[in-house]
């Protein structure tokens, strides 16, 4: 039973990795230890620990808690994750199926970097056409796109502060914006800043952020709230340094 439980709390900290909301995954934990014999479940999850223990029909009980560290959005992950927990619920998995199941979910095959960085460059250069930029203003924007998702990747390696990368990020929106109407590219800045900025709002934090709240978890829905204000205000931050600092507040 300890060592089945174990694996429940691996499927849970990596789907709060994956980006799943909170509701979800203390349903997901709760269920697989009911249906791996637990008499009672008692789960509290928030974006940063997971606490639960399971009291068996024997009188054991067990308790484990886990930080949380990483954080990110792998939808493609959490879908077989929930297959696998699902599987796990109906047809009562061993424990060396669930280890093989888990390590082939941890080592499938993920999109590869250059497609982030061509995915990078399509939405910056589609926002500023919507935004009403012209054709040239799209193209310097998705060159600056691919720009953005380097930084990106340069700061996930120097710090694990994911607001920081956002931050980084704005500057280097900024910077070469600018540095392309001084060279004569592009007539305003503009367009071409906002149109890289959508690629940074937190648009799926807020959103399971709302999730949480209106599911009654409430300091998970606090937290992640929270993360994406830091997240806005890290943006404004960057773009109003780069100015300040280079002159060029009108």
């Known amino acids: 039973m300890r060592r089945l439980f174990g694996y429940a ?17 203390e349903e997901t934990v709760s269920r697989i230890g009911y249906a791996l014999g637990a008499q009672r479940v008692d789960v509290f999850i928030i974006t940063s620990s997971m606490v ?5 029909p024997d009188g054991e009980t067990y308790t484990q808690t886990r930080r949380v560290t ?51 460059a399509v939405i910056a250069g589609a926002f500023t056409l919507f935004f009403g930029g012209g054709v040239t203003e799209a193209v310097v924007s998705m060159l600056i796109g691919v720009a953005v998702r380097c930084g990106l990747w340069g700061a996930d390696r120097l710090v694990s502060n994911k ?3 956002k931050f980084l990020a704005t500057v280097i929106i900024t910077l070469l914006a600018y540095l392309m109407v001084s060279l ?7 367009k071409v800043i906002i149109g890289n900025i959508m690629t940074l709002i937190p648009g799926i934090g807020l959103t399971n952020a709302m999730r949480d709240l209106f599911t009654g978890d409430s300091i998970a829905g606090i937290l992640r709230t929270t993360e994406a204000a830091l997240t806005a205000l890290a943006i404004a931050a960057g773009y109003y340094l780069v100015t300040i600092i280079g002159g060029l507040v009108v």
């Open 70 to 120: 990483a954080s990110g959005f792998d939808f493609e992950r959490l879908h077989y994750l929930n297959h696998l927990s699902r599987e796990i619920c109906a047809h009562q998995l061993t424990s060396q199926e669930i280890e093989q199941r888990l390590h082939a979910i941890d080592t499938c095959k993920r999109f590869p970097l250059w497609a982030e960085f061509v995915s990078y």
């Open 184 to 190: 004569g590219g592009i007539p305003t800045v503009d």
């Open 52 to 56: 639960v223990t399971i009291h068996t």
């Open 9 to 25: 709390m691996d499927i849970g900290e990596k789907m709060l990795v994956c980006g799943a909301e909170v509701h979800r995954v």
């Open 163 to 165: 607001i920081f990368g």
